[in-house]
């Protein structure tokens, strides 16, 4: 089967693995282990950020960000339902309420031009979320957010490698959010990290992961254990000198890919522009002229030929049985997308005849 995603491990992450086992630190109280610290540090490099701190998961990274961005009970927080569930489930962790912003067709990610007639004097944050690696519009929600006094806590979790006129993603935002689980561009198995050149929310963060503490067994805020152990950070260190090596792959695939399915009538294919660079976390087409059913049947299909094509994402949030009670009206473009999307593999592990096979059965197929 050609996996959607797949972890690339070598040697060198069970080398390193090795070494923090048998250095017998595997954690710290205060979560700033050697590695850890270490991981930090070349992290903040590669996203060109002042502050980073690593967090056990892309979920504990959003809801120590929204925490640290102070979203508290009564407040709004807009975001996309187009996107993992982890992206409103923290907001309802801090007791706030998830505001639903419909999705541009074109992008998948937040429409800018919608979120304006939601905010009122209890939005306290907006989500953009890089949809499949595809930077959101992040200037013009830069703006918006200065007029209104509202923090920018970007979910940057599918977006290692994305660029925005020229920046890392996360660059317009106050705080951006990263996942390592093991689909991501670069994995540590889980795993997350928080990003921000803002050191009071930098410093928040490093408590909040670990129970609101800043010496032992003394805590000045409520917080978690969100703490990284040191094997996940020795594997994130590694991870992150081959992503560069990873990303050039996931774009030459992405290249071909694109170059083999160009012209097909109804076949709607990813891109990028001068501004926006993505990440090619997921490849995702839209058919845009099939059911649900369709769509579907063709996934289907696609695996019985073991090529396991998925679909990102089949339930939108608003829609789910949780979260309906938070949204009483319709996201008619998100609604729609999630009707006719499908994401094809691209990992670094698809070889150049694997993405022929994958183009030519998905081309036999719709
Ligand atoms: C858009 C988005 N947000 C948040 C998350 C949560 O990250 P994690 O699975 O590391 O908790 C993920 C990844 O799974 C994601 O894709």
């Not at 892309?58 to 996107?83: C, I, Q, R, W, Y």
Request: with cysteine; aromatic share 10%.
């Amino acid at each position: 089967m050609i996996r959607i995603n797949a972890p690339q491990i070598g040697k060198e992450e069970i080398e390193a693995v090795t070494k923090v086992l048998e250095s017998g630190i595997l954690t710290t109280g205060l979560g700033k282990g050697p590695y850890v610290t270490k991981f930090e540090k070349s992290f903040a490099d590669f996203v060109q950020a002042k502050y980073s701190i690593a967090v056990n998961s892309g979920t504990a990274a959003l809801h120590a960000a929204l925490m640290a961005v102070g979203v508290k009970n009564g407040d709004e927080v807009l975001l996309p339902s187009f996107t993992f569930t982890a992206t409103a489930e923290t907001v309802i962790l801090c007791s706030a309420r998830p505001v639903f912003v419909d999705i541009d067709p074109e992008t998948y990610c937040m429409d800018v031009s919608q979120i304006e007639k939601y905010v009122n004097e209890r939005t306290k944050a907006i989500i953009p979320v890089d949809l499949y690696g595809f930077p959101a519009d992040l200037q013009p929600l830069r703006e918006i957010a200065d007029k209104h006094g509202i923090a920018i806590v970007e979910d940057a979790a599918q977006a290692h490698g994305a660029l925005y006129k020229g920046k890392p993603v996360g660059f317009y935002a106050d705080v951006a959010c990263w996942s390592f689980y093991a689909s991501k561009n670069m994995t540590t198995g889980e795993g997350g990290m928080v990003t921000t050149n803002n050191e009071e929310i930098a410093d928040k963060v490093q408590s909040i992961r670990t129970h609101g503490e800043k010496e032992k067994y003394m805590s000045v805020r409520l917080g978690h254990n969100y703490r990284m152990p040191e094997i996940e950070a020795a594997i994130g260190l590694v991870q992150l000198k081959k992503l560069p090596k990873f990303l050039e792959k996931r774009r030459k695939n992405a290249k071909i890919l694109t170059e083999k399915l160009e012209g097909i009538k109804g076949l709607k294919l990813p891109f990028e522009t001068e501004e926006k660079k993505h990440s090619w976390y997921l490849y995702t087409v839209r058919l845009e002229n099939v059911t649900r059913n369709k769509r579907d049947q063709i996934v289907r299909e696609l695996k019985e030929n073991n090529i396991e094509a998925a679909v990102y994402y089949h339930t939108p949030i608003h829609t789910m049985p949780f979260y309906r009670k938070f949204c009483n009206y319709k996201l008619p473009e998100t609604e729609k997308a999630s009707e006719q999307v499908l994401s094809l593999p691209i990992h670094p592990g698809v070889s150049l005849d694997q993405i022929s096979y994958i183009a030519e059965k998905f081309i036999s197929l719709i």
